[in-house]
């Protein structure tokens, strides 16, 4: 019977020791960096869909990572905490936006480097900012827009009744057409 434990005991060690090898893998092979980097910061009105460990990119190439993401209590904007590999020195002039990887894919910071002299030292705050573009407002804008266009061509209100219709029968309320079902 203790011959029967020492055994399963070996092999659930090599079963952690292969995990741990495939792990290492992974963080190897992943493009994710565990190495050093300095932070900057940036200002958005609001950054759907970007999350922590979120890629920060120049030109398509990842150079570092989203680390933190908070309000600011007064301004009641979103500020955004990055690494950036320590080889990359960025204008002051520096702009941030937020882009998404596609239509369905996730978002991350596009940094697009100015021409200014002077570089942003670790901690600065990068001002040129662009915030996230909610893929569901514009949707919806266009709906509205589209939907208001065709009922003015068409002639109709709002409530796809002609123009004419809604304004028979008296005023009820204050001015206002009858409510119907």
């Known amino acids: 019977m203790a011959r029967h434990g020492a055994l399963e005991i070996v092999t659930g060690a090599a079963v952690l ?15 994710r960096s565990v190495g050093s980097g300095y932070t900057l910061y940036a200002q ?13 990119r120049i ?11 908070a309000i600011d209590p007064r301004t009641f904007v979103a500020k955004v905490a990055m690494s ?4 990359i020195h960025l204008p002051k002039d520096t702009g941030a936006e937020i882009d998404s990887e596609s239509l369905l894919g996730g978002k991350y910071i596009n940094l697009s480097p100015g021409g200014d002299e002077a570089t942003l030292k670790p901690g600065q705050t990068i001002t040129v900012t662009q915030s996230s573009i909610s893929l569901e407002q514009l949707l919806g804008k266009f709906i509205f827009s589209v939907t208001t266009l065709n009922n003015a061509k068409s002639g109709q209100d709002s409530g796809g009744k002609p123009a004419a219709e809604g304004q028979k029968g008296g005023q009820q309320g204050g001015g206002l057409p009858p409510l119907t079902k």
């Open 17 to 31: 020791v292969v995990a741990a090898g495939f792990l290492a893998y992974a963080v190897a092979h992943s493009g």
């Open 44 to 56: 958005f009105d609001h950054i759907d869909g970007l999350t922590l460990g979120s890629d920060v």
């Open 59 to 69: 030109a398509g190439v990842k150079v570092g990572t989203v680390t933190s993401e």
């Open 84 to 87: 950036v590999n320590d080889d």
